[in-house]
């Protein structure tokens, strides 16, 4: 039977709360809260959060037959397992991610170093993220602007440097697991279509556009991509 993996990102409050819809509608999934979000120490690069990720699930006995679905952090970490633990990964539900560098706007790291110590630069990137959530339901996106405020910038700054390092593109033509990719078709920072290359190199993967979603499918349309994991997983 498979296993369901929810790996969060930097952004919705960078904890497994995330998930809220996908943990309630799949009862027996698990989604852990990576180190450095909320507590503990961050780790210095996506293959170094893969393998806190793997002793995680070993640790519950959950060493195969995996289905890891994340988004931006989450997606490359889901993927860094994908390609060096093929034998334990049935499949991949990517959203939001890139098997190179990402590039990022102008200011984008300088925003959360300043916000860091400057208390007007602070509400300014409050009001970003929630900008970022505005598909998600109040009552959920209030609960994971509190999650930022506890996570704080500098956490989110760290992680948007560790995705941006994230390459591997000499590998991703590899990948064995089966992979779905997942894109909101209204993200607001309107990011380029990385998954499209993913998906030209990946044989017999899957690419779908989501309307009515931005950044965060899973919160977004929570009943659109529960389907969708439910019709993949059915199908390895």
């Not at 994340?70 to 539900?93: C, F, K, R």
């Not at 706007?105 to 409050?126: N, Q, S």
């Not at 209030?142 to 995705?163: F, W």
Request: glycine share 8%; charged share 25%; with cysteine.
């Amino acid at each position: 039977m498979s296993q369901l993996v929810f790996l969060h990102g930097p952004g919705a409050g960078a904890c497994a709360d995330a998930y809220y819809h996908q943990l309630r509608h799949f009862p027996n999934s698990v989604a852990p809260t990576l180190p450095g979000h909320l507590e503990g120490t961050r780790c210095p690069d996506v293959a170094r959060y893969m393998e806190w990720v793997r002793g995680w699930l070993w640790a519950q006995g959950l060493k195969r037959d995996l289905v890891l679905v994340g988004y931006t952090l989450g997606a490359s970490i889901a993927l860094q397992y994908g390609l060096d633990y093929p034998d334990e990964v049935q499949g991949l539900v990517l959203m939001t991610v890139a098997a190179r560098p990402k590039v990022r706007a102008p200011g984008t790291y300088e925003m959360r170093l300043h916000a860091a110590e400057d208390p007007k630069v602070y509400e300014e990137w409050l009001a970003y993220q929630r900008h970022a959530m505005q598909f998600v339901e109040p009552g959920l996106r209030e609960r994971l602007m509190e999650r930022h405020r506890q996570v704080g910038p500098l956490s989110q700054y760290h992680d948007l440097k560790t995705i941006d390092a994230f390459d591997v593109r000499d590998r991703i033509a590899t990948l064995k697991p089966k992979l779905l990719l997942l894109r909101g078709l209204e993200d607001p920072g309107n990011p380029p279509e990385y998954e499209k290359e993913m998906h030209a190199a990946v044989p017999g993967s899957r690419y779908i556009k989501l309307a009515g979603a931005g950044h965060f499918p899973p919160m977004e349309i929570p009943d659109q991509v529960n389907a969708l994991i439910e019709e993949f997983v059915a199908a390895l």
